[in-house]
């Protein structure tokens, strides 16, 4: 059974950091492409944005939003992947979730999310 | 960037409507398209891949169409455990991708 875990959310201040961690299992992790994705609450939960993507070959990509800011990475023996972010803003507080990038793009298993709050 | 919009943004139904959920694409993107089922306290799940392909698991009732620019998603006929919101996805742009902002099912 395809199982992602995500941990490492919390509270933290603006300008704080905050290193999140997904753990994989089920699937052959070096086989796939790995994305994160955030969860905005604005008027309930809505606003699903890509925050990043990492290859297998290890390439990342990121959008504007969190371009040199955020990390990505991925540690394929323990199967784990990461998301560092540095200089958090309040816009940052999501619920955020590791996926699994499945065939022709499609985000075919989720983890159950980790929220992340930037306040002061 | 290509901009998704769904709508309705709410639809109201019955047990046993049939509902058609409709997504448009600001310019062309093949069949690269997702769409996905949000219950609340759960992460989404991917319902339709490929515009067209029922992702293994996920009951007939459930069918995708469309091609270029206008999508639609529907339920045949309406349980219970559908009410939910559910998002298209276009990664045509890919690496970068973006969502619609949802639809709502609702009793």
């Known amino acids: 059974e395809v199982q992602l875990v995500e941990s490492g959310g919390g509270l933290v201040q603006p300008g704080g950091s905050l290193r999140l961690s997904c753990a994989a299992s089920g699937f052959t992790f070096t086989n796939y492409d790995m994305q994160w994705v955030r969860q905005t609450a604005g008027k309930g939960l809505k606003g699903l944005e890509w925050?990043?993507?990492?290859?297998?070959?290890?390439?990342?990509y990121y959008p504007a939003s969190v371009k040199g800011r955020f990390t990505i990475s991925r540690e394929d023996a323990e199967k784990s992947l990461y998301l560092q972010m540095n200089n958090l803003r309040a816009g940052d507080t999501a619920i955020y979730y590791c996926a699994r990038v499945g065939r022709y793009g499609a985000l075919d298993y989720w983890g159950q999310g980790t929220l992340v709050t930037v306040s002061s | 960037d290509i901009q998704m919009t769904q709508s309705p943004s709410s639809l109201s139904a019955s047990v046993g409507d049939r509902v058609i959920l409709t997504c448009r694409a600001s310019?062309?993107?093949?069949?690269?398209l997702h769409w996905y089922q949000q219950s609340p306290g759960k992460a989404p799940k991917l319902l339709i891949y490929s515009a067209s392909h029922l992702q293994t698991g996920v009951p007939s009732r459930f069918s995708g169409s469309g091609t270029g620019t206008d999508f639609t998603l529907a339920i045949s006929s309406v349980l219970p455990e559908d009410f939910a919101t559910y998002y298209c996805?276009?990664?045509?742009?890919?690496?970068?991708?973006?969502f619609g902002q949802g639809t709502t099912l609702v009793i």
């Open positions: 310019q062309n993107i093949n069949n690269h």
């Open positions: 925050v990043s993507v990492i290859g297998i070959d290890g390439d990342t």
């Open positions: 996805q276009q990664t045509y742009s890919s690496p970068g991708n973006t």
